[in-house]
């Protein structure tokens, strides 16, 4: 049994054009018109397959092919739809559409499990402008909770409760799954990186991810006129702030390690060509698989920002919003995925995710794992990102079989 990669790859194609950009790209950041579009279509498509639909408290969209009624607790297959501004095809969507084709090849081979097959779409994986990332799987996982939500809004004064109410969702009904009260949950997603090509491999069998903290910064300094204040009495945020993104580069390539720092996110104020700026936001973002490295790594990066802040007259303040911890894979639903993939002779490597996933959430209620997808050139987040049927397909089959073993198995 072996799912339909045209099928797939058509299925693929035609979210794509959801939030399709000029070049390609896709942009279908949560709750944007495109996200919603999807949402529906995707929801339409589970129940035309026969699928029980349900739509949870946090808006994360459940389908459920009933089992044969011999084993209870659900095996769960999940990802995301959403994705990041003018990003790829293929982030998230993969995940999620395979196991829609999953079902489908289960019905075309009139095959029923022993368990509940539950496909997920989880609701704001991606980092966005409400500052909750991974939010529908961190819901499920009691990680965050209504109280943290309820007064969230977006740049456009937007209120979350009010994009979750009208995806179906609602904050005040917010509460943690129970813990293994599923079978076991599998997460496939493109590597976004480069040891898989590097490697000439087709697939990944992740059996961890990385931590990753992330604080938004503030560096504020006194907006004046740019020609008649001189330099000796500039307060300038901008050059300060330029200063410190640089600090985080230097200070994360110093460790020669796999731990990585970034500033992806910058925003100036009041952003005119004729005013020393006054002020300027951004996002600190460290990762690493081993805590200590990390909480050192950031910590050494702030007191750089007070040295820096120091030196040109203006003030700086950080806020945590974001501490993942790193997490490990289950052990027995990795060594499916390898039994999977040595039965049909597909080569894999077992390798860490340095981005984070769904995946690491759900890990904490119970049996968890990962299946990466060749990606192209490690490029992801991008208009370019790509991941090849071939590649898709041998990496589908894989996740298919494991799951049939699992449901023997568990």
Excluded at 242 to 257: I, R, Y
Aim: proline share 3%.
């Amino acid at each position: 049994m072996k799912i339909n990669i045209e099928r797939l790859m058509a299925d693929i194609e035609n979210f794509a054009k959801y939030g399709s950009q000029p070049d390609g790209g896709v942009s279908r950041t949560c709750f944007s018109k495109a996200d919603f579009e999807v949402r529906q279509i995707f929801a339409d498509q589970l129940k035309e397959l026969g699928m029980d639909l349900e739509i949870d408290a946090a808006a994360n969209i459940w389908g459920t092919f009933e089992g044969d009624g011999t084993k209870n607790k659900p095996i769960l297959i999940g990802s995301h739809l959403d994705t990041v501004p003018n990003g790829g095809k293929f982030d998230g969507a993969l995940g999620v559409l395979t196991g829609k084709e999953i079902v489908r090849t289960l019905l075309d081979h009139k095959q029923r499990l022993h368990h509940p097959l539950k496909i997920v779409s989880f609701t704001a994986e991606e980092a966005n402008d409400f500052n909750f990332a991974t939010l529908g799987s961190r819901a499920l996982a009691g990680k965050i909770s209504a109280a943290d939500l309820s007064k969230a809004e977006n740049s456009e004064g937007i209120k979350l409760t009010d994009a979750i109410k009208r995806a179906g969702g609602n904050l005040n009904k917010i509460s943690p799954a129970e813990n293994n009260s599923f079978a076991a949950f599998f997460e496939l997603h493109i590597e976004q990186g480069r040891k898989l090509e590097k490697e000439g491999l087709p697939l990944g069998i992740v059996d961890r991810i990385v931590g990753i903290y992330r604080d938004a910064v503030i560096v504020t300094g006194e907006q004046n006129h740019s020609g008649t204040t001189m330099m000796s009495e500039r307060s300038d945020a901008l050059a300060a702030a330029g200063e410190m993104a640089a600090a985080v580069q230097k200070a994360a390539k110093a460790l020669q390690t796999d731990a990585v720092a970034t500033v992806g996110k910058f925003d100036v104020f009041p952003n005119s060509a004729n005013i020393i700026p006054g002020k300027v936001e951004f996002i600190l973002e460290v990762r690493s698989a081993d805590k200590l490295e990390r909480e050192s790594l950031a910590k050494s990066i702030r007191q750089s920002f007070e040295s820096i802040a120091t030196n040109y007259n203006v003030s700086v303040s950080a806020q945590n919003f974001y501490d993942t911890q790193e997490c490990e894979f289950d052990r027995k639903l990795i060594d499916l995925l390898k039994q999977a993939a040595d039965a049909s002779d597909t080569p894999y490597s077992v390798m860490p995710s340095m981005a984070g996933h769904d995946a690491m959430h759900i890990a904490t209620l119970g049996k968890a794992a990962m299946v990466f997808v060749k990606s192209i050139g490690g490029i992801s987040h991008n208009p370019a990102e790509l991941s090849l049927p071939e590649d898709i397909e041998q990496s589908a089959n894989v996740l298919l079989q494991a799951i049939l073993l699992a449901d023997k198995n568990l």
